[in-house]
């Protein structure tokens, strides 16, 4: 039995070195299993890197406890508050804009020698 499979790989080995049609074949088919075999974990990881961002814009952060939870649910299963539909935020205890910004004015300051 050894020796069939010596054989076989002196068959294999001597079609990829001798320049026919078939060890030109032999030798495309390989190069694209290694190039699919190295391009498929790569897909994979952006394909996940896509679903979890997905999935991140689907999160909302309950404002009772913390708690991050899919933006579909009308209440916190953790705590039990109720989820208003504005993704969490809720208005009442929101300020507008102009409240919240710093304005801030330039002034010369003369050097005093």
């Known amino acids: 039995m050894q020796r069939n499979s010596t054989f076989l790989w002196l068959l294999v080995a001597f079609l990829l070195l001798l320049p026919t049609s078939l060890g030109r074949v032999l030798l495309d088919v390989a190069g694209g299993l290694m190039l699919v075999s190295l391009l498929i974990p790569l897909l994979l990881t952006g394909l996940g890197w896509i679903g979890w961002k997905v999935l991140q814009s689907k999160m909302i952060t309950c404002q009772v406890c913390g708690s991050n939870l899919v933006s579909n649910t009308l209440s ?11 993704l969490g935020q809720d208005s009442s205890n929101s300020a507008p804009a102009s409240s919240a910004t710093i304005d801030v004015k330039a002034e010369d300051v003369g050097l005093n020698e």
């Open 76 to 86: 916190c299963p953790v705590c039990g508050a109720k989820i208003s539909n504005d």
